[in-house]
């Protein structure tokens, strides 16, 4: 049936393909499955996908690299897996341009879950070359251009943002002067719960604070907010963009 969500699952190890296109496909999608990053290209230029499960560990081109050379020019929904418990791992996934990640050993159920929050998601957003908004979005001197995805400082600087930082960047300019937690921070930039010792948010603000010229020490712009969340906690002000 047309109306099933295609995905391609690209691992190189046989049973965990075997064991997903089985379970997969015992819930309603369609599952297409391949063992390295030559056969991942084959297939998207063969057949509309929906999203890909990407194993990081991969023969050739690793799972980050896929990701980022995606990325340049495709807004499909990437889910990583990663074999190690190694925390920036995931980050660097986020970082690349994936929209979620699994870490292994993993519960297909689990892994059936992701996927379907991250299509539900993606398939209510705007295509990404009609936005929603053209408008330009300034708050203490920087510029936020959505539809080049960066920043521009007030001397007309450009520094780019990845995918993550993009996406938790306009998650606070939703909600200015709103403390958001962690919680509410991963559904709404990744659609899930956090994990007790989930600190991927940490980081990406971290990272984001930095491109920011924000002070660690002492923000001004993203605060922390002691055992309640964080906090944009500057003036937003939305311009059109000139076309």
């Known amino acids: 049936m047309e109306t099933q969500p295609h995905i391609l699952v690209v691992d190189d190890d046989l049973e965990i393909r075997d064991l997903l296109k089985q379970y997969l ?16 290209q084959q297939m998207l230029d ?8 990407l194993d990081l560990m991969l023969p050739g081109s690793d799972g980050l690299e896929l990701c980022r050379n995606l990325r340049v020019n495709s807004q499909l ?14 980050i660097l996934g986020l970082e690349m341009g994936a929209d979620d990640y699994l870490p292994k050993p993993f519960n297909p159920r689990e892994l059936l879950a992701r996927i ?12 990404q070359s009609e936005p929603d908004t053209k408008a330009l979005r300034a708050f203490a001197g920087w510029t936020v251009d959505p539809i080049a995805r960066h920043l521009l400082s007030e001397s007309g600087v450009v520094t780019p943002l990845s995918g993550a930082e993009y996406r938790l960047l306009t998650v606070f300019l939703d909600h200015p002067n709103r403390i958001l937690n962690r919680d509410q921070l991963l559904d709404l930039t990744q659609g899930r719960e956090a994990d007790p010792f989930d600190r991927s948010i940490d980081v ?15 923000p001004q712009i993203i605060k922390t907010i002691r055992g309640e969340g964080y906090v944009l906690a500057v003036k937003v002000e939305t311009t059109e963009a000139h076309s």
Not at 46 to 53: C, F, N, R, T
Not at 212 to 218: G, Q, S, T, V
């Open 77 to 90: 929904p990437v889910i990583m897996l990663t074999a190690r418990g190694d925390e920036m791992d995931r």
């Open 46 to 53: 063969a057949a509309h996908i929906d999203l890909i499960v």
């Open 116 to 127: 379907k929050v991250v299509l539900k998601r993606t398939q209510t957003l705007p295509p």
């Open 204 to 218: 990406l603000i971290s990272r984001l604070r930095r491109r920011l010229n924000d002070d660690p020490k002492d």
């Open 25 to 40: 496909e015992k819930n309603g999608m369609r599952v297409t499955t391949v063992g390295e990053g030559k056969e991942m």
